[in-house]
């Protein structure tokens, strides 16, 4: 089995090395030390999407790595750059307009380089393809069917680079009644069962803080054009990957879609920062804020009860094991609360350090970005932005014994390497570009 592995792998090696493996093998020799131990050092990727899922999928890829080539309107640019305030003003001297760049694009656009492009000029269309034919990932979010009357869906682009792996990201995936439906985050949140779930116990439903969807989808992306990348090392072709805001938020509805699938009952509605079956394993009011206190199990419960100065509920057969404590929840947590608002927030964490049961404070987000565990996993860093100056991001989270992705470059302009990926990466001439801007296919 190994051996015809390994045959396979060497039969897909040589094809790309026959069919553009020698340009990823250029690419590869081209880059720098700084860039060498990262794992997609030397791909190449289109990022013709905006907004969210698209653009944190590609800023992974960049973060690992990859060149990151972002497809761009030549006025306006991703959506998200108009999404504000806040943005990171410019700074005196700089020779853009504006209030600024938008702190949104700052979040999902690190690692890339921007291309002012207008594929409604054929003279885009054609640089798009060649772009195309240089690259080993294409990542897109247009509705389904939107790229064919721009010769830019994947039939036509594998006939030009069979070995590009071309994704597609879209509300409700490239099949189904629901394909030709815009749809974002907060609309899959809705349909797709994760609003009913998050709110307080006798609230309305609510969306999720963040655009949680789109975060997911993002990551299924990137992890699935890795997969891909993998394939195609074994069989020398690229494919297409149809990733779809609504499949990914049923998936993530993990647990609780599999307490439904085994029951065939509804689920059990909100919980506010409760768990429906473990108590106590929620949030109380402090003196100053609020307090998480998981009891997860018999002997953790027992481990708040002192903490609290309650060790007589350890034996009350009301509260004595978790089932009972379920069937008393309402009385129990009044109970902690009760307690738990005598003191701060800090006070209790300190109460519980060490003690080995699960606990936190509730913080807001500006606490997160400065909490002393975020600073220790350099979580978030300090870069130097062209045009506004010192701006801080959050880091890529994740650390490799061997590796070092990060934050090798700011967010771009917009059209900030136009001339530098025409010039560079198609071998365009000066006066080209100078025409291509007068047509207005570029800026």
Known sequence: MFSRTVARASRGTAFLRNR??????????????????????????????????????????????????????????????AWGPPYAKYRDGSNQEGPGESAYFLGAN?????????????????????????CDILVENYLP???????????????????????????????????????????????????HITGNRDGPPVKVGVAVTDL??????????????????KTGRGQHIDVALSDCQTATLANIASSCLISGKKDSGRWGTAHPSIVPYKSFKTKDGDVLFGGGNDRLFG????????????????????SQRVANRVELEAEIEK??????????????????????????????????????????????????????????????SESNPRVRTPPPTLGQHTDEVLKDILGLETGEVVALREKGAIK
């Open 110 to 134: 690190r690692n890339k380089k921007s291309l002012g492009l207008s594929f409604q000029h054929a003279e885009g269309v054609e640089i798009l393809h060649k772009l195309a034919a240089k």
């Open 303 to 322: 481990i708040l009860c002192d903490g609290l100065g309650r060790p007589e509920w350890k034996t009350d057969p009301k509260y004595s094991i978790n």
């Open 339 to 400: 307690i738990s608002v005598q003191k701060t927030t800090q006070e209790w964490l300190d109460i519980f350090e060490g003690k080995g049961m699960p606990y936190a404070a509730v913080n807001d987000v500006q606490g997160a970005l400065n909490h002393e565990h975020t600073k220790a996993r350099n979580m978030v860093v300090e870069v130097e932005h062209e045009q506004c100056g010192p701006i801080k991001l959050v880091n890529t989270p994740v650390k490799y």
């Open 20 to 81: 553009y493996g020698a340009d990823l093998i250029r690419r590869y020799s081209t880059v720098n030390d700084e860039l060498s131990s990262l794992p997609l050092a030397g791909y190449r990727v289109l990022d013709m999407t905006r907004v969210l899922a698209g653009p944190y999928c590609t800023q992974i890829l960049g973060d690992l790595g990859a060149e990151v080539i972002k497809i761009e309107h030549p006025t306006r640019g991703d959506d998200t750059r």
């Open 216 to 233: 997911t989808t993002g990551l299924y992306t990137s992890n699935s054009i890795m997969a891909a990348l993998l394939s195609r090392a």
């Open 145 to 195: 069917g939107t790229l064919k009357k721009y010769q830019m869906d994947f039939d036509t682009l594998h006939k030009i680079n069979p070995g590009l792996i071309y994704a597609s990201i879209t509300g409700y995936g490239q099949t189904g009644p629901y394909s030709q439906r815009a749809g974002y985050d907060v609309m899959v949140e809705a349909e797709f069962g994760l609003m």
